[in-house]
């Protein structure tokens, strides 16, 4: 791109393109609406930047990101300490605490394994979940990791490695989600819901 | 949305939200994309940021921003001084200077007169725009403003102070664009296209 813009504004157009969903274009119309709202947003997106990148850290414990280590999750006496729910990154965990439904604690894997990527098992955080099943305190590890090859990849290695360890695990349900119609489901979901199902 | 991704993250979601094209769940991904990347993204963003709110000012002559005052293109001797494009904003010259067509130089408005929005003549750099005229270096102003109905007022107004101080107006051609499918051109377009039509 031309440096018409200077080259301050261009390396924060190309910086913000780097952003999942933003494009040349999508990072040009954010940097203008950061220029016109310089108070409003550009300062105070600045001063949040920096906040982050200075004071939040990883878990120790279960590798999410937070301002606290061991993390807020982590540190509450009030989470179940015989469970730990095994989560492909942050964004999982935020939506597990969205749902509400979860009292225990997390680990974050960051990353699934992956032989496309050349991700194996030393990439991902599993010695470190390893570890933690060690004291014994652990009853139970809930593997909510995504149904994808490499979710489901990732999944059948740690059962195995955490029912080695002598922890019973388990899988988050696969079936109709809620709200969901049968027509727009795909068939890989049907069939699934169909082996496990229920009494009514 | 619940804190648990600490007070800082969800500080940095809800800013990033209010970036155009951005909603609360891709600000929540883009947040994630940040948090994953610190060293190669988070911290160059942060340091992007600050120095764009530190030293980008808009230019006393056009209003554009840049880190010069008077900006690069007003400071630049070859750049034509008896032609002034007018525009809405940076988006539009940075647009202007992609064409690579023009060789004059710019005023920036700052948006458009609305009644909707009640933006009304001094809302706008237009007493500004006057002031340049007066020495009467410049030969003609170029209205470059978009063919909305606030574009439009916008023109109609402009032309009238602008022949007022005695200076020629004229706008951008409308017409079919280049590639453009008539069958896939609104109706207003064609027939502009059709009035304004041009031996062949």
Redesign the interface.
């Known amino acids: 791109m031309?440096a018409?813009?200077?080259p301050?504004?261009e390396?924060?157009i190309g910086?913000?393109s780097?952003?999942?969903?933003?494009g040349p274009r999508?990072a040009?119309?954010?940097a203008?609406?950061?220029?016109?709202r310089?108070e409003q947003?550009?300062?105070?997106?600045?001063a949040?930047?920096?906040?982050?990148?200075d004071?939040?850290v990883n878990c120790r414990m279960c590798g999410a990101?937070?301002?606290?280590d061991p993390?807020?999750?982590c540190s509450d006496p009030n989470r179940d300490q015989s469970l730990i729910c095994v989560v492909e990154?942050?964004?999982a965990?935020?939506a597990m605490?969205?749902a509400?439904a979860f009292r225990g604690r997390y680990h974050l894997l960051g990353g699934l394994l992956s032989a496309l990527d050349g991700r194996g098992p030393d990439a991902l955080r599993i010695k470190a979940l390893v570890e933690r099943l060690e004291p014994g305190e652990v009853k139970e590890v809930i593997l909510a990791l995504p149904a994808t090859v490499d979710g489901q990849t990732t999944a059948h290695y740690l059962a195995e490695r955490v029912s080695a360890a002598g922890t019973q695990v388990t899988s988050l349900a696969r079936g109709v989600p809620v709200g969901g119609e049968l027509d727009w489901l795909d068939d890989g979901t049907i069939a699934q819901a169909l082996r496990a199902r229920r009494p009514a």
């Open positions: 031309a018409f813009a200077g301050e504004i390396r924060l910086l913000l780097k952003l999942p969903g933003m999508s040009r119309r954010a203008l609406a950061l220029l016109k310089r947003l550009l300062s105070p997106l600045a949040s930047l920096a906040e982050v990148a004071r939040v990101p937070d301002t606290r993390c807020s999750i990154d942050a964004g965990l935020w605490e969205r509400g």
